[in-house]
């Protein structure tokens, strides 16, 4: 473990080199509905795939919404998530940008998920 998580800091460090942020979706696949995979907890590790790789870089890291999925079942929309990376320490500027993103993207007002 700690060779891959040496590779993984160097990559994610060497990526945020060329780019003040990188951004990646929160998961591989749209939110589901609250206890839809209590029965598949693959289903559910797979969620987390896109989270493992900063757990392991201990770099900064921030989710805001970004949209909300057209349900197949006509019922409620459900939230995607956009998650941004930073610098090592570069959480004030991390923060800032998120805020500016939920401030100009009105992702809260395109839908009103019930809950």
């Not at 993984?8 to 060329?18: D, G, I, K, P, T």
């Not at 900063?54 to 409620?76: H, I, K, M």
């Not at 007002?109 to 809950?115: K, L």
Request: some cysteine; aromatic content about 6%; glycine content about 8%.
């Amino acid at each position: 473990l700690p060779q891959v998580r040496t590779l993984v800091q160097q990559e994610m460090q060497a990526a945020l080199q060329q780019y003040d942020i990188l951004v990646c979706p929160t998961a591989p696949i749209a939110a589901y509905k609250l206890g839809e995979k209590l029965s598949d907890p693959l289903a559910m590790y797979k969620g987390d795939l896109m989270t493992i790789n900063l757990n392991l870089s201990g770099l900064p890291a921030v989710v805001v919404p970004c949209g909300f999925t057209t349900a197949e079942d006509g019922g409620a929309p459900l939230p995607v998530g956009l998650q941004m990376v930073g610098r090592m320490f570069g959480e004030q500027q991390l923060l800032q940008l998120a805020h500016m993103y939920e401030q100009t993207a009105d992702v809260a007002g395109s839908a009103q998920p019930q809950v």
